[in-house]
């Protein structure tokens, strides 16, 4: 069974700090992303990376970076957290099931920030 | 960039009603996939729909995909309050493994 976990459920920052967000997937999947969820916005990527090492912005990836150093960890940075940040941040990594054309994603628990 | 529209934003339905949500694209897509996201969860893979015209069923969903396979649908038959939740598309191309997900439809069901 898959299994992506993230650092934290709740967190709270001041406006300023730098924020680390953990994923940890254990399938040894290459694929990981990065996401916020805001009510009416949906899923909007942020970040994503298909190695260690590589990494590509996705459709919102300013005021975040990202680190992938081993393939089963993806972390994301906020470098200095700003109100606008406070959001839904869901992790994921990706798998090729047998007969599908495009992989699938595998969200973790999700990490719900808010910036004070 | 790819965009991809779901419409309604929001649907309440009397338990035993129908529901139906919408999913459009800019774009031509290779495939479409519809995630479910229990209230307080996590997007939870349903489907995968890559065919023109296809139509998959799992029990009472029936999703489809569009012939220009630009849009997409999920109807549910005869709701049921475990049937709670927002339903996301997310549109894929051959571009790579990135998704573009619609805004989601959260469906309330009234018992």
């Known amino acids: 069974d898959v299994k992506v976990t993230q650092s934290s459920r709740y967190l709270v920052k001041r406006t300023g700090e730098k924020v680390f967000l953990e994923c940890v997937q254990d399938?040894?999947?290459?694929?990981m992303f990065w996401y916020r969820q805001d009510p009416g916005l949906g899923l909007r990527l942020i970040y994503f990376s298909y190695d260690v090492k590589m990494k590509e912005k996705g459709d919102i990836p300013e005021g975040y970076s990202v680190s992938r150093e081993k393939k089963e960890r993806f972390s994301l940075i906020l470098e200095s957290a700003s109100t606008n940040q406070t959001s839904m941040y869901l992790c994921?990594?990706?798998?090729?099931?047998?007969?599908?054309?495009?992989?699938?994603?595998?969200f973790g628990p999700g990490t719900r920030l808010l910036v004070l | 960039g790819q965009q991809v529209m779901q419409i309604p934003q929001y649907q309440h339905v009397q338990e035993g009603e129908d529901f139906t949500t919408y999913c459009n694209s800019s774009t031509t897509l290779s495939n479409i996939q519809w995630y479910k996201q229990r209230p307080g969860g996590h997007p939870v893979f349903l489907i995968q729909?890559?065919?023109?015209?296809e139509v998959k069923k799992q029990k009472r969903l029936t999703f489809q995909f569009g012939e220009a396979k630009k849009n997409s649908s999920l109807h549910i038959t005869a709701t049921q309050t475990t049937d709670v939740g927002t339903y996301f598309c997310?549109?894929?191309?051959?571009?790579?493994?990135?998704?573009?997900f619609g805004g989601g439809t959260r469906l309330m069901v009234k018992p």
């Open positions: 997310a549109g894929g191309n051959n571009a790579g493994n990135m998704l573009t």
């Open positions: 729909l890559v065919k023109s015209g």
């Open positions: 994921a990594s990706s798998f090729l099931l047998s007969g599908e054309l495009q992989e699938t994603q595998y």
């Open positions: 399938m040894d999947h290459e694929n």
